[in-house]
C-alpha cells in the first residue's frame, strides 16, 4: 500500500512506520529520512530573509502601497497628508492604515522619523507580517501533506520572484495573503477535528483537537475581510464547500459565524465612524462601487481570460508546470478548487491587478512544494552507475536562475527613480532646502507626504473619477498637450521651488522651466522599459535658481 493520501482528505498522509522518516508524497519506495524543522527556526529564518527582502524593495509598483496606506497613516499621526477620493467617498477603512501609523507614533516617539526610517520602517513592520505568513504556510503544508513537503514550499515560497517583489510592500492585499494563509491554517485544524481522520496518531491528534481552531479561523477570515472586502470571495468557497462535513450547522452558523463576524464588522465600522467623523458602511460602499457599479473599470480593463493566460502564470513564473504537476499528483482538489474558483471569481470583474490574487499564490506555490518532494526521491544515474544532475537539482538550478534575477531586477532597478526622488526630497525638506513640490507626471506616481515628512505646499496632477463618461481627468490632459496644460493651469511656475517630471515629457516644457529661472539639479533612473505609456527612463528634478 502507498503512503498516498486519500483525495478528499485535509489531513496529512499516515505516519511513517516505526524507525522511518516522513514519507514522501505518492512514494512508491522506501521514503527518505526527513528532519523535521523545529517551527522557531522556520519563523527565525523566515523573519530573516524577509527582513533582507525589505531593505531590497526600493522600487514602485502600485499606488495603493503608499497612497491607500502610509499616506492615510501619515495624516493620521501627524496631521497631515493627502486623502484620495476614495477616502472621501467612504470606500476605505482605516484598519490597515491604523497599523502603520501606530508605527509612525512610535517613530516620532523615539524621534526616529528620519528620512530613512520613514521609508524602511514600514517594509520592515511588513516583512514581520509576511514572516509569519511564510510560517503558517509551512504549518499548512505540513499538516495537509507533510514535513517534507512543508520544507519544498517554503523554498518555493521564499524563491519566487513576484513573492519576493510583493509581499513586504505596505499594500491591503499583502496583509490580506498573510491571513488568508494563517486561517486556512486554523480552519483545517478544526476541520481534521470534526471529520475526525483516523490516519493521524494519538499523540498527533491531541494537538489538533483544540475547540478553538475554527473560532480562531473565522476570526483571522473577518479580519482578512475587514482589511479588504473582496476576501470574502476566499471565504465563501471555503465555508460552503466543508458546511457540508459539520455537525451542528445551526451552532456553528448562530454562535460562531454570525457572532464573530457582527463583533468584528461592528468594531471596524465604530473605528471608520469615529476616523471618518460621519456614519459610513465601508464594506458595503466598496463592493457597491467595485463589484456592482465597475468602478474599477475606470483604471483600466482586461480580457476575461487574462488572469488565467497572462496574470497568474506571470506571477507563479517558473513554478507553473511545477504546481500543475504537484496538483495532478496530490489529487488535493479542494485547495486546487479554491485557487480556479478564486482566479475565475476575479475573472468577472473588468479591472484586473496582478496584486488581488496574491492570497492563493502561496497556495499554487505549496503544489509546487508537494511536486519537489515527490522528486526528490530519485537519483540520478546514467547507465554506466555514474551519477549526472537529478531531476530534483535541474529543478532547483531553474527555479533559482529564472527567479532570483528577476526578483533583484524588479525589486532594485525596475520603477527605482520615482521612490529616489521623494527620498532626495524628503531630505532636502529635512534641511530646509524645499518651498514647494509640483509633480507634472501621471497622478499617483510618486510616494507623498508620507516619505517627505514635512508639511510643505505640493500639487500633483489630479485624477479624480468623473461621473460624466469621457470627461478627461489633469493627468490624462497634461499628457495630451503637456505645455498648454501647464500654461492654462498654472501659468507662473515660481510659486513652486522644485518641479518633478519624467524625462519623456521633459522636452515638451524644457523652455516654459529655463522661462521661469528652474535648472536641472538630479535625474534618477526609472526604467529600461515601457509599461502602459511612453518609455519613462528617468525621472528629473528642476529646482528655482534663486533657492539653489
Known amino acids: 500500500m502507498s503512503h498516498r493520501r486519500r483525495p478528499h482528505a485535509l489531513g496529512p498522509p499516515p505516519p511513517p512506520e516505526e524507525g522511518g522518516g516522513d514519507a514522501s508524497p505518492q512514494s512508491p519506495g522506501k521514503a527518505p529520512q526527513i528532519r523535521p524543522w523545529p517551527e522557531r527556526r522556520v519563523l527565525a529564518l523566515a523573519l530573516a530573509f524577509r527582513a533582507v527582502n525589505a531593505l531590497l524593495v526600493r522600487t514602485y509598483f ?258 507553473l508546470p511545477l504546481s500543475v504537476f504537484g496538483v495532478i499528483k496530490s489529487r488535493e482538489w479542494r485547495l486546487s478548487g479554491l485557487i480556479a474558483w478564486v482566479l475565475g471569481v476575479y475573472s468577472i470583474l473588468g479591472h484586473k491587478e496582478f496584486r488581488f490574487v496574491l492570497p492563493v499564490l502561496p497556495l499554487a506555490l505549496m503544489f509546487s512544494g508537494y511536486f519537489l518532494a515527490a522528486i526528490s526521491q530519485f537519483k540520478g544515474k546514467n547507465l554506466h552507475g555514474k551519477r549526472y544532475f537529478s531531476r530534483l537539482q535541474l529543478s532547483v538550478i531553474l527555479l533559482i536562475i529564472t527567479n532570483v534575477p528577476m526578483a533583484l531586477y524588479m525589486s532594485l532597478f525596475h520603477q527605482r527613480g520615482t521612490e529616489d526622488v521623494m527620498f532626495y526630497l524628503s531630505k532636502e525638506a529635512h534641511n530646509e532646502r524645499v518651498k514647494g513640490v509640483l509633480f507634472l507626471m501621471p497622478c499617483h506616481s510618486t510616494p507623498y507626504y508620507s516619505t517627505l515628512h514635512s508639511s510643505l505646499p505640493m500639487r500633483f496632477l489630479d485624477c479624480t473619477p468623473s461621473d460624466n463618461k469621457g470627461t478627461l481627468d489633469e493627468s490624462d490632459r497634461f499628457l495630451m498637450n503637456p505645455l498648454d496644460f501647464v500654461g492654462e493651469v498654472f501659468g507662473n511656475l515660481s510659486s513652486f521651488s522644485h518641479i518633478v517630471l519624467f524625462e519623456s515629457e521633459e522636452r515638451h516644457v524644457i523652455q516654459l522651466l529655463l522661462r521661469d529661472s528652474f535648472q536641472e539639479v538630479r535625474r534618477f533612473f526609472h526604467s529600461h522599459f515601457k509599461i502602459d505609456r511612453d518609455l519613462q527612463s528617468s525621472v528629473v528634478v528642476y529646482s528655482r535658481r534663486d533657492v539653489l
Open 62 to 319: 502600485n499606488p495603493d502601497e503608499h497612497w491607500q496606506c502610509l499616506e492615510v497613516a501619515h495624516r493620521v499621526a501627524f496631521g497631515y497628508g493627502h486623502l484620495t477620493w476614495e477616502w472621501k467617498r467612504g470606500l476605505r477603512g482605516y484598519l490597515h492604515p491604523l497599523i502603520f501609523a501606530a508605527l509612525y507614533k512610535f517613530l516620532a516617539f523615539l524621534h526616529l522619523d528620519t528620512p530613512w526610517f520613514m521609508v524602511m520602517a514600514p517594509r520592515l513592520l511588513q516583512s514581520v507580517f509576511a514572516a509569519f505568513g511564510d510560517l503558517y504556510l509551512y504549518k499548512l503544508s505540513k499538516l495537509i501533506f507533510n514535513e517534507h513537503v512543508a520544507q519544498w514550499t517554503l523554498f518555493s515560497q521564499l524563491v519566487n520572484w513576484f513573492m519576493f517583489f510583493c509581499i513586504t510592500r505596505t499594500l491591503s492585499n499583502s496583509l490580506e495573503t498573510v491571513l488568508t494563509v494563517a486561517g486556512l491554517y486554523y480552519w483545517f485544524i478544526a476541520i481534521e477535528s470534526s471529520k475526525g481522520i483516523s490516519v493521524i496518531s494519538k499523540q498527533k491528534a491531541a494537538s489538533y483537537q483544540s475547540a478553538h481552531s475554527r473560532k480562531v479561523a473565522l476570526l483571522i477570515a473577518a479580519l482578512a475581510c475587514a482589511i479588504r472586502p473582496t476576501s470574502a470571495i476566499t471565504w465563501l468557497y471555503v465555508g460552503l464547500l466543508d458546511f457540508i462535513y459539520i455537525k451542528s450547522k445551526c451552532r456553528f452558523l448562530f454562535l460562531e459565524v454570525i457572532p464573530i463576524g457582527a463583533i468584528v464588522l461592528a468594531a471596524t465600522t465604530f473605528l471608520d465612524w469615529w476616523m471618518y467623523g460621519s456614519r459610513v458602511i465601508v464594506p458595503l460602499n466598496f463592493l457597491k462601487f467595485n463589484l456592482f457599479s465597475s468602478g474599477g473599470d475606470y483604471y483600466g480593463t482586461h480580457v476575461f481570460h487574462w488572469y488565467f493566460t497572462q496574470g497568474f502564470p506571470s506571477m507563479i513564473w517558473t513554478f
